[in-house]
């Protein structure tokens, strides 16, 4: 084993983000991997740091959501979306550039609860068209 994958898991993980390779890292201990991250920073909460961890379990989940989102970009998001039961805060969702991305938006709706505004998500989403 080569920390907690296997060498056919780190070279899934590798393809399933081979598109996307700026929100990929790793973590190397004792000369092996010992951990895949997606980063998220600033998207599930104010101005913060953060990445969620890609357990081995999660392959076919990544490729869903892959699969899912139709976008070679914001596919992560529907990911951490499922997996943390967690909706991006209202803020980035509001982006012009976001609502571009109209399926992907709509996976993340579906995949978690409305957020209350607070430190972690100051504004509400304003929905499609601008309004709360």
């Not at 980063?39 to 890609?54: G, P, S, V």
């Not at 209202?90 to 957020?115: C, D, Q, S, T």
Request: net charge negative; aromatic share 12%.
């Amino acid at each position: 084993m080569l920390g907690p994958y296997t060498p056919r898991q780190i070279v899934e993980i590798l393809e399933i983000f081979e598109d996307n390779s700026n929100e990929l890292r790793w973590s190397i201990e004792d000369g092996r991997i010992a951990g895949f991250y997606v980063l998220c920073n600033d998207t599930f909460y104010w101005a913060t740091a953060d990445a969620e961890k890609i357990e081995p379990e999660d392959i076919q989940d990544l490729i869903k959501a892959k699969n899912d989102a139709q976008d070679d970009y914001f596919w992560p998001l529907v990911w951490i979306t499922r997996k943390r039961k967690l909706r991006p805060q209202g803020a980035l969702l509001n982006k012009e550039y976001m609502k571009k991305h109209r399926l992907v938006i709509e996976l993340l709706l579906e995949a978690a609860p409305e957020r209350e505004v607070d430190w972690a998500n100051p504004q509400p989403w304003k929905g499609f068209d601008g309004g709360v």
